[in-house]
C-alpha cells in the first residue's frame, strides 16, 4: 500500500511518522523545498519530543520519504491522508484554503484509485464538500473516496498519543473506504469507532469543545472560590474521586491557549450560527477563557497602581510547557498590556524564547536561567507550568526579587508555603 500524506505540520507529520514507523510506506509532502531538506536531514520542523528520532530511523530504512513533488507523490497514492492546517478566519470560521489546494493537487494528479482521509479538523460537512470537489476535477479516469479520520494528539505528547491513543475515528460512506482504513489502522491495536463522515467531524470539534468547556468552567468555579474562601485545588481533587468527573483538564489556570482549542471553539460557534443555532455552552467558553487571560494582570494593576518602570520578570512563554508554541498563549497578550503599562520585562522560556523573539524582538529583554530573569525584579508572572520553573525554590524568588511578589497563573506554589516564606503570592481560585 502506498500512502501520501499532504501536509507536514503537527498533524501530518506525525502521522506519517507513526505510520512509518508502524511498517507503511510513506511520503510526506510539503510545498517547502528547505522543510523538505531539512526533514531528510533528520531535523523535524517542529518542537515534538521523539520525533526526530523516529523520522530519521524511518526514513533511514526507506520506509518514509519527503517531497515537494506532488505529483510523483499522489499519481499511484492508494491513500493520501490530508494533514494541512485549518486556521481561523477573522470572523472565526475555519479557513479551508489549504484543504482544497491539496485537493486541486490530487484530483489533477490520481491516476489510480485513491482514498483520500481528511486528518485535518474541518467544519461539519467538508469531506461531503472535499468528495465533489474530487469528483468534478479529476482528471484520469479513476475512483476517489473520501472519509474522515480526525486527529487527537496533543503537542508535547503527539507520538505517544498517536501509536497509543484510546480511539481511531473513521467516518466513511461506503464498505471500501472503511476496509481500507481498517487496513491502515489494525496495525495500531487500538478501539476503532467506525460512523458516517458528518459524525466523526462533530467528533472532533465536539471533543475538543468539551475539555474546552471543562476548563472554562472550572476557571469559573476557581473565580468564585476565591469570592467565597473556598480553595480551588482541594475542590477539583475532591471532585475527581467520582469517576464521572475524573481529573483530567481541570487544571484552573489563566485560560486555554494553543492552535485548536481556540480555534475549534470559535469554528463550531460560528457554524453554529451559520446553521441558525446557538451552542450556549461554547459561547460561555469563548467568553469566559477571553477574560480568564487577563486575571492576574487585572490583580497587579490593583497590587501597585502604576506598573510604570516596574520590573517585571516573565517565566514561561509557550502555551503550555513541552512545546515551544506560542500560538493564543496567554503571555503575548499579558506582556502586550504591561508593555502599554510601560513596565521593564524580562522572560524566559526554557524552549519558546526564540518564536518569541519573532514578535518582540527589542521590546523586552531575554535571559538563559530564571534567575537572571528574577534578580532585581518588582514582580513576576508565571504563565507556563514547565517543570524547570515549577522546580524553582520560593527561597529563590525571596533572596532575589527586589520585591518578592508573585502572580502564579498556574499554581505552582502552595499559598500557605508562600505565606510562610515572606512573599506576597497571587494565583488562580485559592486564598490570597
Ligand atoms: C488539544 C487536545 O487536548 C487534543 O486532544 C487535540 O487533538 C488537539 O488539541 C488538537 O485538536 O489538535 P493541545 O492543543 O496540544 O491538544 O493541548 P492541551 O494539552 O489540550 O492544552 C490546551 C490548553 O488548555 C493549554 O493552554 C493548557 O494550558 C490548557 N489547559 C489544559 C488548562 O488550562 N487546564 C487543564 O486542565 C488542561
Known amino acids: ?58 526514513y533511514k530504512c526507506g520506509r518514509l520519504n519527503f517531497t515537494t513533488n506532488y505529483v510523483d507523490a499522489y499519481k499511484d497514492a492508494d491513500i493520501v491522508f490530508i494533514g494541512v492546517g485549518t486556521p481561523e478566519r477573522e470572523d472565526g470560521s475555519a479557513n479551508l484554503d489549504y484543504v482544497f489546494t491539496v485537493c486541486e493537487q490530487i484530483s489533477e494528479n490520481v ?65 471500501d473506504a472503511e476496509y481500507k482504513l481498517r487496513e491502515v489502522y489494525e496495525r495500531f491495536n487500538q478501539p476503532i469507532v467506525v460512523t458516517n463522515r458528518r459524525s466523526a467531524e462533530m467528533i472532533k470539534y465536539a471533543s475538543n469543545d468539551f475539555l474546552a468547556l471543562k476548563i472554562s468552567f472550572i476557571n469559573e468555579i476557581a473565580n468564585f472560590c476565591e469570592i467565597v474562601g473556598a480553595d480551588i485545588e482541594d475542590v477539583t481533587k475532591g471532585m475527581s474521586y467520582d469517576a464521572r468527573i475524573g481529573d483530567k483538564f481541570l487544571q484552573a489556570g489563566l485560560g486555554y491557549g494553543g492552535s485548536c482549542f481556540p480555534k475549534d471553539t470559535k469554528a463550531l460557534h460560528w457554524l453554529a450560527n451559520d446553521n441558525g443555532y446557538e451552542i450556549k455552552t461554547i459561547k460561555a467558553t469563548i467568553e469566559v477563557n477571553e477574560n480568564q487571560k487577563y486575571k492576574l494582570f487585572r490583580k497587579s494593576k490593583e497590587r501597585f497602581g502604576s506598573l510604570k518602570g516596574k520590573k ?82 520560593l527561597a529563590t524568588y525571596k533572596e532575589l526579587m527586589k520585591t518578592p511578589v508573585i502572580f502564579d497563573g498556574r499554581n505552582c506554589y502552595k499559598v500557605q508555603d508562600a505565606a510562610e516564606s515572606g512573599i506576597d503570592y497571587y494565583s488562580i481560585g485559592r486564598k490570597e
Not at 508502524?22 to 521523539?50: A, F, H, R, W
Request: charged share 30%; glycine share 6%; proline share 5%.
Open 1 to 58: 500500500m502506498k500512502i501520501a500524506v499532504a501536509g507536514t505540520g503537527y498533524v501530518g507529520l506525525v502521522t506519517g511518522v507513526c505510520l512509518s514507523e508502524l511498517g507503511l510506506n510513506v511520503i510526506c509532502v510539503d510545498i517547502d523545498e528547505k522543510k523538505v531538506q531539512t526533514m531528510k536531514n533528520g531535523i523535524s520542523p517542529i518542537y515534538e519530543p521523539g520525533l526526530d528520532e523516529l523520522m530519521a530511523k524511518n
Open 111 to 175: 491516476q489510480k484509485d485513491c482514498l483520500v482521509v481528511v486528518k485535518s479538523t474541518v467544519p461539519i460537512g467538508t469531506n461531503d464538500k472535499v468528495e465533489e470537489f474530487l469528483k468534478e476535477r479529476v482528471k484520469h479516469n479513476v475512483n476517489i473516496e473520501v472519509a474522515s479520520n480526525p486527529e487527537f494528539l496533543s503537542q508535547g505528547t503527539a507520538i505517544k498519543d498517536t501509536l497509543y491513543a484510546k480511539r481511531i475515528v473513521i467516518g466513511v460512506e461506503s464498505k
Open 312 to 393: 517585571v520578570a516573565v517565566l514561561g512563554l509557550t502555551f503550555k510547557p513541552g512545546t515551544d508554541d506560542l500560538r493564543e498563549a496567554p503571555s503575548i497578550p499579558n506582556i502586550r498590556r504591561l508593555l502599554e503599562e510601560k513596565a521593564e520585562i524580562v522572560v524566559y522560556d526554557p524552549v519558546g524564547e526564540d518564536n518569541f523573539k519573532k514578535l518582540f524582538p527589542n521590546e523586552v529583554s531575554y535571559v538563559n536561567t530564571p534567575k537572571e530573569a528574577l534578580k532585581d525584579a518588582d514582580l513576576v508572572f508565571i504563565f507556563t507550568e514547565w517543570e524547570e520553573i515549577k522546580q524553582i525554590s
